[in-house]
């Protein structure tokens, strides 16, 4: 019997959100930024930057709890 299929619950996106909307802009500042759309070179986006380290390992943590419990849920379903 196959195993049923991985579905990623609530907390895993959540964690996935939270990492886009918290590390996205200042991703987004330093790409422009490498391809000369920002008139400064070297910006220095400290909000930004803020803003993602305080997202960063929240996310990640929530990411991988989420992923636990998908995967403990599907092995529980496969035993049933």
């Known amino acids: 019997m196959?195993?049923?299929r991985l579905?990623?619950?609530r907390?895993?996106?959540l964690g996935f959100?939270?990492?886009i909307v918290g590390s996205g802009p200042?991703?987004?500042i330093i790409f422009a930024a490498q391809v000369g759309l920002l008139d400064d070179p070297n910006p220095n986006p400290v909000g930004f930057g803020m803003l993602a380290g305080l997202t960063f390992w929240p996310a990640?943590?929530?990411m991988l709890v989420g992923f636990a419990r998908a995967v403990r849920n599907r092995d529980q379903q496969a035993k049933n």
């Open 11 to 13: 907390l895993f996106w």
């Open 26 to 28: 200042l991703l987004a």
């Open 2 to 4: 196959p195993k049923p």
């Open 17 to 19: 959100i939270l990492l």
């Open 60 to 62: 990640i943590i929530m």
């Open 7 to 9: 579905e990623l619950n």
